[in-house]
């Protein structure tokens, strides 16, 4: 009967898909049938061979074909090409942003390699995908991988690269773009609860994604070609939900939102906490996910109230691991009505001493319908700081220099000995013509030189001996062996003739200056003001220090995770590790390359607080190091401990818009310190 009830709104769904389809055309929509000699169709789609695309290069030192027409999961998976040695695909880009990449594998038996056992590499411009991957690793007869990555550049190349002595194979590829609003830049930060700023930059990569209550959605279901599927398998308690649905065709897309968001009948399915086959009304309905502890991840819920008869009679808390990310959620005063969607990203890691990373939602204690819901999930593996979304290797250690390049860097080489030689010999001329010239003397810059100690002469007035010598009260730094020397025009260029806009701020050596030297490199540039209180001796100190830069030293053992070996030896033994931590993780983030990823001070503030209350309870809340293990790809659900299924709920009446959902999550935290023994 449940089957019978899903196909029927699944015909329903599609009618209503077909009436109301996006308007959104991706301007680059390249689906590439590798090997192929025909055009594939697959889920509605017309996959195109690779080597008939006009706007496709392929480069390669040898591949070869290997195709099947039996024994294949699905038509896409027919045909591959296979390398023997590194090889690419250059798409030409039409619009740059974020762009869907997928990749389709599956290792034919009847090919002349044995691609099962095949180790490769594949990276793009700037992002490693996958690391020394091999089917004799990996838990299925095929792979399907699916990435957002931002392309900020005319042109997309993805590089295969195969393993010492081993081959590489791909057997579809997708590069399609995808609405500029569907990934925003921020999302709410958990443990601790802060703004999570620059996703734009990171590459993403499709962990999971599900369809609470609902049957699997393909591309013929989803206008931007994603797939969804049923959530069953991941729930803690199979017996703990009831699933609840209604005609697709009734979901009311608010202005912002669109089906691009998630397909409207991924709202009209839920799962509900009502009717349960659960002796606890005060349950939680909770999902477990496998995951890679090295990594971070974007947990997007989607949520739609399709269960209520009224307004502001469905109010539940939403927790990721043990910390609660909406609390007293009043989803349909949010919204303004019944069966509206809306959507909220976080940012999360695994739960502590956990390779798994769970999701609940459970009834709030001052509700009087005890009721939760869920109607879709997606986790998304975000990219490390090497930008790498499967190890530890970063592309520029992956793709050194290829023989091209070096061939395209002797050609630049020749053309620029050439033109100076051209130049030379012009200049030489005008020298000579110069030459025949007497001599003038040339204007200098209207600036003052500084006086050689602070107050030790007011430079107001010059004397006319100080005037005609010039050296009386000043010294040059060109000797002082600090560095590199930069003559007054190169600051002038640097700075754009010390433009105001560039103007950073004002000292009491004196102001600051924004400069770009001729290599892009962005530089501080002080110009001395001689009325101020300091001189060159004092701007010579200043120099000297500014060669050992401490907080860049401190943060390398910061981000080693070895802190305490800088420390004062005095305090050794009497600091405790979390507080530590905690300590050095506030001063990292204040010294985030870009101000938009500083804490405020409250912030700051906070953290501190936070952190001393660690050390003065120095026998609770000891914070785990990270797990480095890599992520294995498809790894299948393993059997889990006990799992305790009533997460405690926090007290109190907390307002359910989306502007304090960050406060109730700071709240929830914030109860650690007032008690130790947190939650």
């Known amino acids: 009967m449940k089957i019978l009830k899903w196909v029927s709104f699944v015909l329903v769904g599609f009618l209503f898909l077909i009436g109301s389809s996006s308007s959104f055309v991706p301007p680059d929509n390249y689906l590439i049938a590798c090997g192929s000699s025909q055009n594939i169709t697959f889920q509605t789609r017309s996959f195109v061979p690779d080597s008939q695309h006009s706007s496709l290069v392929l480069k390669s030192g040898d591949s070869v074909v290997a195709s099947s027409n039996s024994s294949v999961p699905s038509p896409i998976y027919q045909s591959a090409r296979i390398f023997t040695s590194r090889a690419s695909y250059k798409f030409k880009i039409e619009q740059q942003g974020r762009h869907w990449l997928r990749l389709y594998f599956f290792p034919h038996l009847n090919s002349s390699h044995t691609l099962s056992s095949a180790s490769f590499t594949v990276v793009t411009d700037n992002f490693v995908l996958l690391s020394n991957f091999t089917f004799r ?46 990934f925003v830049d921020q999302a709410f930060g958990l443990d601790p609860p802060s703004p999570f700023n620059g996703l734009s930059e990171l590459a993403l990569e499709t962990v999971y994604r599900l369809n609470m209550g609902g049957p699997l959605l393909t591309a013929q279901n989803d206008t931007l070609g994603r797939t969804w599927v049923n959530d069953l398998k991941y ?84 927790y990721i691991n043990s910390d609660l990310g909406l609390g007293s959620f009043d989803l349909s005063s949010l919204t303004g009505d019944l069966a509206v969607p809306y959507y909220k990203d976080f940012v999360s890691k695994a739960s502590a001493d956990s390779n798994t990373l769970s999701v609940s939602v459970g009834p709030d204690n001052m509700a009087d319908n005890r009721n939760a819901t869920m109607n879709g999930l997606e986790i998304m593996k975000i990219s490390n700081e090497l930008k790498s979304l499967d190890g530890l290797a970063s592309v520029e250690s992956l793709l050194p220099s290829s023989d091209s390049k070096a061939s395209k860097i002797g050609i630049i080489v020749g053309s620029v000995v050439g033109s100076i030689i051209a130049i030379a ?61 930069f003559n007054f025009q190169e600051i002038l260029d640097a700075t754009n003739k010390f433009d105001e806009k560039l103007l950073l701020g004002v000292g009491g050596f004196g102001r600051v200056y924004k400069g770009t030297l001729e290599d892009g490199t962005n530089v501080a540039v002080k110009r001395g003001n001689p009325r101020s209180e300091q001189g060159l001796a004092e701007f010579r100190t200043e120099i000297e220090m500014e060669q050992v830069n401490i907080a860049e030293w401190a943060m390398t053992w910061q981000k080693k995770g070895m802190l305490d070996q800088i420390m004062d030896q005095n305090l050794v033994g009497h600091v405790n590790p979390a507080s530590l931590k905690k300590f050095g993780e506030t001063a990292e983030k204040c010294l985030a390359e870009h101000g938009v990823d500083r804490p405020s001070m409250g912030d700051v503030l906070w953290n501190l607080e936070y952190a001393l209350q660690l050390e003065e309870t120095s026998s609770a809340l000891m914070e785990p190091e990270d797990n480095s293990t890599n992520h294995i790809t498809g790894i299948q659900l393993t059997p889990l401990e006990p799992f305790d299924n009533s997460v405690s709920m926090i007290d109190g009446g907390i307002s359910g818009t989306d502007d304090d959902a960050e406060d109730v999550a700071t709240s929830a935290v914030f109860s650690q310190i007032v008690n130790p023994r947190g939650r």
């Open 137 to 182: 690793n990996y838990n299925g007869s095929y792979m399907f991988k699916e990435y957002a990555v931002n392309v900020t550049s005319d042109t997309l190349t993805l590089t295969f690269i195969p393993s010492n002595g081993s081959v590489t194979f791909v057997n579809a590829i997708e590069v399609v773009s995808m609405p500029n609003d569907l």
């Open 235 to 318: 729930l803690h308690v199979n017996s703990s939900v009831f699933n609840v649905s209604v005609n697709p065709a009734s979901i009311k897309y608010p202005t912002t939102l669109t089906q691009d968001t998630a397909p409207n009948w991924v709202y009209a399915t839920a799962d509900v906490m009502g009717d349960a086959n659960v002796a606890n009304t005060n349950f939680n309905i909770t999902w477990v996910f496998p995951v890679d502890p090295s990594f971070s991840y974007l947990v997007r819920v989607h949520l739609c109230d399709i269960m209520s008869k009224s307004l502001n009679s469905l109010v539940f808390n939403l």
């Open 425 to 485: 010999l012009v200049g030489l001329c005008c020298f000579c013509f110069v030459g025949r010239k007497s001599k003038t003397t040339q204007p200098g810059h209207s600036w003052l030189p500084l006086p050689l100690y602070g107050n030790s002469q007011t430079m107001t007035k010059m004397s006319t001996t100080s005037q005609k010598s010039g050296t009386a009260s000043c010294i040059s730094l060109a000797s002082s062996n600090l560095g590199r020397f």
